[in-house]
């Protein structure tokens, strides 16, 4: 990953990218798909765009992002999803640091 601050680490038996300790994807081991935690908002859109390679990623009850199928993913489509989960995780200062 080539956002600021990432570093890759294990997560029980996924693999995670963090932005300052706050995970915002995870890699199953098999590596079919990766989980995207974003926002809500961000979420339902990328729902409603792509429903041929996301559903919904749960946690206990709650829905925390997104499952993408690797084999059917859009590669523009992820990309777009892990930069605004960076953003949803990243702190503010980090964020406002990268826009400019």
């Known amino acids: 990953m ?8 294990p997560h029980h038996e996924f693999t995670s990218f963090r932005v300052r300790g706050k995970i915002f994807v995870t890699v199953p081991p098999d590596e079919q798909y990766i989980h995207i935690f ?3 908002q961000q979420r339902e859109e990328a ?4 429903p041929e390679f996301l559903e919904e990623l749960h946690w206990g009850r709650k ?3 997104v499952r ?4 059917e ?4 489509a992820l990309q777009a999803l892990i930069d605004a ?3 949803f995780k990243a702190p503010k200062s980090l964020v406002a640091r990268e826009r400019s």
Do not use: I, M, N
Request: no cysteine; hydrophobic share 40%.
């Open 47 to 50: 729902l409603d765009r792509h």
């Open 63 to 65: 829905v925390v992002g």
């Open 38 to 40: 974003t926002s809500e």
């Open 68 to 71: 993408a199928s690797l084999r």
């Open 85 to 87: 989960a960076w953003r």
């Open 2 to 9: 080539a956002l600021p601050e990432v570093t890759e680490e």
């Open 73 to 76: 993913a859009k590669a523009s």
